[in-house]
């Protein structure tokens, strides 16, 4: 039974920085790609950012470009999300989500495409 956990959300003013972490249990998380997702209320769930399972690749929603930094411990089954900038507009709660059987070379961008999912994060980004 894979098992994904978040940590670390949280009431921040814009322009602050949270720092987003995900551990993994019950899998070989170094075979995962993991990515994480967010919801906002009364919006469809969205993509964020995405690392393979080398860590040697990383893709990022327009929104999160230059803001976010996707990064993952295989030593430690984690995965984290380290957000600065942060705005009103990222408020939101965030999922954790691992995929097995991945490639090095695509780029993971739908919920579907993930097979294990996390309970959630919220973050809320308000003065």
């Known amino acids: 039974q894979v098992q994904l956990v978040e940590s670390g959300g949280g009431l921040v003013q814009p322009g602050g920085s949270l720092r987003l972490s995900c551990a993994v249990s019950?899998?070989?998380?170094?075979?995962?790609?993991m990515g994480w997702f967010r919801q906002a209320p009364g919006k469809e769930r969205e993509f964020v950012a995405t690392?393979?399972?080398?860590?040697?690749?990383?893709y990022y929603a327009e929104s999160a470009k230059g803001r976010f930094t996707i990064s993952r411990d295989n030593a430690k089954n984690t995965v984290a999300l380290q957000m600065n900038s942060l705005k009103p507009e990222d408020t939101a709660v965030y999922y954790c989500?691992?995929?097995?059987?991945?490639?090095?070379?695509?780029?993971?961008?739908?919920?579907?495409?993930?097979?294990?999912w996390g309970q959630g994060t919220q973050v809320t980004v308000s003065s």
């Open positions: 989500a691992a995929r097995r059987y991945s490639s090095e070379l695509y780029y993971y961008r739908k919920d579907y495409e993930y097979n294990y």
């Open positions: 019950g899998g070989t998380f170094s075979t995962y790609t």
């Open positions: 690392i393979s399972w080398g860590a040697t690749n990383t």
